[in-house]
């Protein structure tokens, strides 16, 4: 294994992830993958693996930068959940990608609403709540079909 090669990582190297691991590999890249699950399937596929909850950002962190790597990009596609993470390896890589803030904005229906709002973007109907009664309440806004997430 080179480490001195230039790398990218994967955060979530599931089923859904295979394909861009496998291309990335074939276009020279080293790959290390990060995933909660110790079977994930793109594992077999990486140069390393670190299997860690994505939530522990500066355990990660410190292992990656044991390694003293030179790390050319970080992504995560097909998983909201290695986002967040992604962000912040981005950051502290001082790496191309949406930043942290971006990243909050993808993944929080309720931030994403407000923002496009601001923007005078075209939202459906919408609102937040905190409870079952005050869904139930505000759900008789909407004359049909409505989504509660």
């Known amino acids: 294994m080179n480490l001195h090669k230039e790398w990218i990582i994967f955060v979530t190297a599931g089923k859904w992830q295979l394909n861009g691991i496998r291309i990335a590999k074939k276009l020279g890249l080293s790959v290390l993958s990060i995933d909660t699950n110790p079977l994930a399937d793109g594992k077999k596929y990486s140069d390393i ?71 005078n973007i075209y939202n459906p109907k919408w609102f937040l709540c905190k409870n079952f009664n005050e869904a139930l309440s505000n759900s008789k806004k909407f004359d049909n079909y409505f989504i509660i997430k």
């Open 49 to 119: 693996f670190i299997c860690c909850d994505l939530n522990n950002h500066n355990i990660i962190l410190k292992k990656i930068i044991k390694l003293n790597i030179n790390i050319s990009g970080v992504i995560s596609y097909c998983s909201e959940a290695g986002m967040q993470l992604s962000s912040i390896l981005r950051y502290h890589f001082k790496l191309f990608g949406p930043s942290k803030k971006v990243t909050n904005i993808l993944t929080n229906k309720f931030l994403q609403r407000k923002f496009l709002s601001k923007l």
